[in-house]
């Protein structure tokens, strides 16, 4: 932390001023805080017992070192690999040969925005491979190497790819503006499938994802541990609201099975929006069940090959199927819902049981056909529709001391579309919500700079750089209108949107949009809350003895 | 350097049929083998790409959404229909737009980086200078390519006669100046000065960015200076290109050389097509962030190569391994068997 720039350091450090030397030629830097940590070998082990062949060697190694230690037929390996992939995915031999570099991504990406390196260009990121891809496949390309832009698969090649590869949040930001829909994102998964193969990996997404297939998330939270979590998220909702929320874990018959990130059953800010769903689905009296076994929205499959996505998003329906649940709600996050929307029917939609259906609400009885396939609902899409058909009493002033705007999350905005549904459940929980600049929000929004596995502490100041678009946007609300909440609905945001906002919006606080809707939740007629989610005072509604009343409700 | 080499090898480019034609006499060469090679050379080029790109699965629909999505009320959230696409009719409108009028590139903003007297500032705005470029080029490329259709049909349809008239309507100098020919020149050297100019385009530029700039530069001059300076004998041309579609090949000998060297650098163009970046043109068709509907929530889609044997680690081997603290923290368990210690089992 010590030897990160202040805020303004680092901003008018930002030069757009490409090197003197060509980005072939440019070296990269290999200092710590340019890459994740490797793997722990005993992780590795672990997933090679599961999936065998898809993970090169476990080994110690770091890539601060000169050697990698790398297979000997590493070249080999990697080279028919992605010769592989080409046949396997037309995205990626379409997106080699078509792009002509107009530049149109280039000031899209919020990594080259914060620092200025070229190779954070999407078009130079996925020049990376594709002047492989001309150098290895392709005539023009090994004829006429230099002019082409093309060069053969070298250890360097490698080693550059593990960084740049690692400095991609799949957000898809640039594949927008592209003219033909070139998206990195897919370069970047077909990137990383290729360094698995070889054994290049980071330990930020390789121990959530060895986690994620023995204990059911990605932290690691074993059953009883996962129930003791919930059990005292359930006293603190008593503390809050008088009322002890029913929590049910793992039961059996129940028509709806919840599955929501594990990161918000573990950390602040997050676990306030898991009691905002406890206390969401007590209010209703839902017919809903928990699971420890599937205790995981997330994918951080994802960010690593598209065996291990399917592996471990085959657990959802699995679960389903075993206790009875006629569909499936999904909770607040962001890549969960980019392969529950994009990738899951297809990967395990033949292993739903014939007990599953379309999600249909209890409460309102709309029937939601646009999740017919995977039968699996976005929770903004359940609450909102509640609150369309006035199903929830609710009382937006007591979240009148936050003044909010919303961060749309990457997937959601551009994997999915679900814009609209998590901005009319804000609107209705709060009075006081502004949007950030239009150019960094909906389809357009800025990543956290910390998802597809970078949320991690070594390359903090490559995320802060990487956080910058959203963060100046940030900064620019709360100048402006005051903000001082950030609402999103992703449990990776929840984690890095703090260190961002503390870094170029301090003030600026991180929530859930479920844990304002828990604060705006009247139970029951009458119902006195003085403390917030966060089991601080409730501005406006503390404690006191004495029987002021506000002085709107003196006439009364 | 790149744009140097370019335009180096265009120049060496334009010698060859001046030498052979001029000096060698090779006519007929230049006149019909070296034409027919390069269109069969384009056609087969261009046809086993596509076929080659198809042949490769789509596993999964990826469409890249730009806007609100289907919702369960459409009426309280509307559908963006053409950049979030339900349906193949709304993706069939996003892809016209996205061919016919470059949907995403307009789209296009420029960040920047502001010290104001409020702190620190990134700037976007909207930046329509390559759209406004990009549109220029292709359609004036389009409609002059079309316009050389004259010379392969005979009778001439009334709609090349009308696309003519309108090209030349403002009737300056003889034969009338077309815009299209001002507006494709206009185009390349835009294309060609931003890609100089602005340092991070050019940092990114190979000698294969400059080339076909370059090249189909020189195809609009070398054109441009047969109709209007070197004033070639038409009716000769439409001789030679009417024996080109009717298999009767013959050389006129009134032609003059300027012909030949726009016609050797078509020839080259098209050879090169294929192999190039030029074909972002029939790739866009396949592009699967773009011709695909975002409706794997509400329809099943087929991976070709799911495979069936990638199963969830199974719930029963997970109850197996915390069976015991699971029934110590009262949580249900299929197989009681599970919940008891070891030592009790003995």
Known sequence: ?556 | MNALYSLLFVFLLVLIPLFGVDAAHLRTFFGICIPVTAFIIFLIGFIYKVINWGRSDVPFRIPTTGGQFLSYDPKMFKQNKYDCPQTGAQTFVRMVLEVFAFRSLFRNTAASLHETKDGHVVAYKSSKWLWLFAILFHYSFFIVALRHLRLFLEPIPFFLKGMEFVDGLLQIGTPTMYLTDVCLIAGVVLLLGRRLIDPKINYISYASDYFPLVLILAVALSGIYMRYYAKVDVIAIKDLTMGLVTFNYHVPETIGVSFFIHVFLVSILMAYFPFSKLMHMPGIFLSPTRNLPNDTRAKHHVNPWNDPNIKAHAYADYEKEFGVPMAEAGLPLDNPENGKAPEEEA
Request: proline share 6%; charged share 25%.
């Open chain 1, 1 to 556: 932390m010590s030897d990160i720039p202040k805020a303004d350091e680092l901003f008018t450090s930002i030069d757009y001023a490409p090197p003197i030397t060509g980005w072939m030629e440019t070296p990269v830097d290999f200092s710590p805080g340019n890459w994740c940590y490797p793997a722990k070998p005993e992780k590795m082990e672990y997933m090679d017992s599961k999936l065998p062949g898809l993970w090169g060697k476990a080994r110690e190694w770091s890539p601060g070192d000169l050697d990698w230690k790398l297979p000997a037929n590493w070249k080999e390996t990697v080279v028919n690999g992605f010769r592989e992939r080409l046949d396997k995915f037309r995205s990626l031999k379409v997106f080699m040969d078509i792009c002509v570099r107009c530049g149109a991504c280039a000031d899209k990406c919020h990594f080259f925005i914060g620092s200025g390196d070229p190779k954070n260009m999407p078009v130079l990121r996925a020049e990376l491979m594709r002047s492989v891809y001309r150098g290895e496949f392709t005539l023009a390309g090994k004829i006429m190497s230099k002019l082409t832009g093309s060069r053969v698969m070298e250890e360097d090649v490698l080693k550059e790819w593990f960084i740049y590869f690692y400095q991609c949040t799949q957000c898809r930001r640039c594949s927008l503006f592209c003219p033909y829909g070139i998206d990195t994102a897919e370069m970047t998964m077909m990137a990383r499938e290729l360094m698995h193969l070889v054994g290049l990996n980071t330990n930020w997404i390789m121990e959530p994802v060895a986690n994620c297939n023995i204990t059911g998330n990605h932290l690691g939270i074993q059953p009883h541990a996962f129930k003791d979590i919930v059990d005292f998220m359930v006293d603190d909702i008593e503390e809050i609201t008088g009322r002890r929320v029913k929590a049910p874990l793992n039961e059996h018959g129940h028509d709806i099975l919840f599955i929501t990130p594990s990161g918000d059953v573990f950390a602040d800010p997050g676990i306030y929006t898991f009691m905002g769903y406890l206390m969401l689905f007590d209010y209703l009296d839902l017919d809903y069940t928990l699971s420890t076994y599937a205790s995981e929205g997330g994918n951080f499959g994802s960010f690593t090959n598209n065996e291990v996505m399917k592996k471990l998003n085959a657990k959802m329906y699995h679960e389903a199927n075993r206790l009875g649940c006629k569909w499936i709600l999904g909770g607040e996050c962001g890549h969960m819902w980019r392969v529950v929307h994009q990738y899951m029917d297809t990967m395990n939609g033949d292993t739903q049981g014939p007990q599953m259906t379309t999600p249909t609400s209890p409460i309102t009885g709309t029937v939601f056909d646009t999740s017919a396939a995977t039968k699996m609902l976005h929770i903004t899409e359940f609450t909102s529709d509640l609150i369309k058909h006035n199903k929830l009493k609710l009382d937006p002033s007591r979240n009148d001391h936050l003044r909010v705007t919303f961060h749309d999350s990457c997937n959601p905005a551009r994997g999915m579309g679900l814009l609209e549904e998590p901005r009319h459940v804000i609107r209705s929980v709060c009075n006081n919500f502004f949007e950030m600049p239009e150019s960094t929000i909906r389809e357009q929004t800025f990543c956290c700079a910390g998802g597809a596995g970078l949320n991690t502490e070594e390359i903090l100041e490559i995320r802060l750089r990487g956080g910058l678009p959203r963060g100046n946007a940030l900064k620019y609300v709360q100048d402006k209108h005051d903000v001082n909440t950030m609402a999103c609905i992703c449990a990776i945001d929840r984690a890095t949107l703090i260190p961002l906002a503390d870094y170029w919006a301090p003030g600026v606080i991180i929530t859930g949009v479920h844990e304002m809707v828990a604060n705006a939740l009247v139970f029951e007629e009458g119902e006195k809350r003085t403390l917030d989610m966060r089991l601080e005072p409730l501005p406006g509604f503390e404690d006191e003895e004495d029987d002021w009343t506000p002085p709107n409700k003196e006439d009364a």
